[in-house]
């Protein structure tokens, strides 16, 4: 205890050190626990560095040379003090007022080790944790690279029962040892004015829980939350800030997934993974005229606002703990504002891909206490089709076709391909894929072809990066059943004579065998009546592929009633965030 004394009144200045009894050296360390900080920001390789601190109810943030000599910096600090009396000995003169004696300039100097530091020393140097600023007779603890918070920011939309993941994003420190303290307000109000930072609790606020996610309950309805997070990195901690959310709405009640995830309540046990693939209905294409009006007309306005859909997307794949979540139509906001922050909060890291000249997209998501990303080999189809050597077999085919062809060039299809590392058993891999093909009905021989080099590409990355691991290889496929695509996959081959070929009409048909760069695949949920159910449509869309003679079907969650599917009528709905289902399912990986 002695020895951590010692340590702590060397950071006093000299003045603080002549001290002669234990109780004055009590009050000297306790006057060092409340000194105001001094935050310092300062990077090696960067010019600049900067200084924040607050004097009298005024932040103070400077910007200073990290090559300066301190003295400049310091000068540079009284004299903008003694600038801001001059301004407000003006404003009393104006008013009328008669003003105080004329300003004295501030005396500003720095400590360290009961030392005052040189004039001359770089700012780069000078500027140490613990150090003191005396400014005038206030003193603060400089902090440098203390744990900072560079964003933060509640959801704009929060409802009742359903998990509030604060979006954080954090400097010199660790988001899993941050402080988090949710308050309720004691009385309704609907104003949006940021909260006044305090110290602990104020009478207007009740503490209602800890923890990155909290969860209001109903009767929090009409009120607002507080969020209190302190950025820490270990022991040591950085500025609190103080988060004040929006009025809590009410939720739709029960929810098209609520009944799975009575399957989903316990994570996969090892060497079993949980997988999910999931289109989400990106907002790009949510909010157009097409979709109110004529897609899903039955769907309430607000239903459809992202804010809302968003609550129901985080709630629902939380609710699955799964360990690979594979989603397509991902709005690239929705994944770095929503998606990433929440999931993260649940141990998830994800990787994102873009669609070409598009603004949405796929995610792919890994449990990190459980799976590790070794690299990642993501590709346009059709930029792959033109360019890598390793297609120009199907490139030579579709050349009895010049329509087609061209017609598949202009898609914007991508392939994403993470290979993966199970943490408990290094060198044990795993392969996933992630793809939403070419939409249009009729388009499938385009998807044939989109299919057939993603095949071609899987089989080239898991042969030079992962020789041996299992594929896991998730999508809307835009393909039924009894579709070239699912044919190609299941059996590995499509003929000549396939209805698909042909299926642009044809000035676009194409007359070729096209064979799987892989053995047959199969899908994990087999052939389920539909995975895509909006006013006009209903069908299998959507798959799960494994490789059946490395990785066995543990369980898979069963698919909403077609009850709960219509009780609005179709999706998406109040109650369901997309018009596609997510399919679900165990899958036991060979050891």
Same mark, same amino acid.
């Given at each position: 205890m002695f020895n951590r004394l010692s340590a702590a009144l060397t950071l006093l200045p000299r003045r603080l050190l002549l001290v002669s009894s234990p109780r004055t050296l009590t009050g000297a360390c306790r006057l060092l626990g409340r000194m105001n900080p001094a935050v310092v920001r300062c990077l090696p390789g960067e010019p600049k560095l900067t200084i924040s601190f607050s004097l009298y109810g005024s932040h103070k943030h400077m910007m200073r040379d990290q090559d300066e000599p301190l003295g400049k %910096? !310091? %000068?540079?600090?009284?004299?903008g003090l003694n600038k801001s009396q001059g301004k407000a000995k003006k404003s009393k003169k104006k008013k009328g007022e008669t003003p105080g004696e004329a300003p004295v300039l501030t005396a500003v100097k720095l400590y360290y080790n009961g030392e005052e530091v040189s004039g001359m020393s770089l700012n780069s140097e000078a500027w140490q944790d613990g150090a003191v600023l005396?400014?005038?007779d206030v003193e603060y603890s400089v902090r440098r690279n203390t744990p900072t918070l560079t964003n933060a920011e509640l959801p704009a939309s929060l409802l009742a029962e359903f998990p509030v993941c604060p979006n954080l994003e954090i400097e010199f420190g660790n988001l899993e040892d941050c402080e988090f303290t949710w308050y309720r307000e004691n009385a309704p109000n609907t104003s949006t004015e940021a909260a006044v930072e305090v110290e602990g609790q104020d009478s207007e606020w009740t503490q209602v829980g800890c923890g990155r996610v909290h969860v209001p309950s109903i009767q929090d309805i009409g009120y607002r939350l507080k969020l209190r997070c302190t950025p820490k990195d270990g022991g040591r901690s950085g500025l609190p800030k103080e988060l004040l959310s929006t009025a809590i709405e009410a939720g739709p009640g029960v929810c098209t997934f609520d009944n799975r995830h009575a399957y989903t309540l316990k994570e996969a046990?090892?060497?079993?993974?949980r997988v999910v693939s999931y289109n989400i209905l990106a907002d790009t294409y949510a909010q157009t005229e097409l979709s109110k009006t004529v897609l899903y007309p039955?769907? #309430?306005? @607000?239903?459809?606002? !992202?804010?809302?859909?968003?609550n129901l997307i985080k709630k629902e794949l939380a609710g699955y703990n799964a360990d690979i979540i594979c989603l397509q139509e991902v709005d690239k906001g929705v994944f770095v504002n929503s998606l990433t922050p929440a999931l993260?909060?649940?141990?998830?890291?994800?990787?994102?891909?873009?669609k070409d000249r598009q603004h949405e997209g796929l995610a792919t998501f890994y449990r990190r206490s459980k799976l590790k990303l070794l690299s990642s080999h993501n590709i346009s189809l059709s930029e792959a089709l033109t360019s890598d050597p390793i297609h120009s077999a199907l !490139?030579?085919?579709?050349? #009895?076709?010049?329509? !087609?062809?061209q017609n598949i060039l202009k898609r914007s299809t991508v392939l994403q391909v993470s290979v993966l590392e199970d943490v408990t058993k290094p060198g044990r891999k795993?392969?996933? %894929?992630?793809?939403?093909?070419?939409w249009l009905p009729k388009g499938g021989s385009i998807r044939l072809v989109q299919m057939g080099v993603a095949l071609q590409h899987l089989n080239h990355v898991i042969n030079e990066v992962a020789p041996g691991a299992p594929l896991i290889f998730c999508g809307d496929f835009n393909s039924h059943p009894d579709s070239g695509v699912f044919q190609l996959l299941s059996e590995a081959l499509v003929p000549l004579q396939h209805a698909d070929w042909s299926s642009l009409g044809p000035e676009e048909s194409c007359s070729m065998e096209l064979l799987s760069a892989l053995p047959p695949l199969l899908s994990? @949920?087999?052939?389920?009546?539909?995975?895509?159910?909006?006013?006009?449509?209903h069908g299998c869309l959507d798959y799960i592929f494994i490789q059946p003679d490395n990785m066995q079907v543990e369980q898979v969650i069963p698919l909403p009633s077609h009850q709960e599917v219509t009780t609005y009528e179709a999706l998406p709905s109040v109650a369901h965030p997309s018009d596609h289902i997510a399919l679900i399912c165990d899958l036991r990986w060979n050891p």
């Open positions: %910096a !310091l %000068a540079r600090i009284s004299h005396e400014v005038g046990e090892w060497p079993s993974v039955y769907c #309430a306005p @607000y239903a459809l606002q !992202l804010d809302y859909r968003q993260d909060a649940f141990g998830l890291d994800g990787v994102f891909r873009t !490139l030579e085919n579709l050349s #009895a076709s010049t329509a !087609l062809k795993v392969c996933v %894929a992630n793809t939403h093909l070419y994990a @949920y087999g052939q389920p009546a539909y995975t895509n159910y909006v006013g006009g449509f």
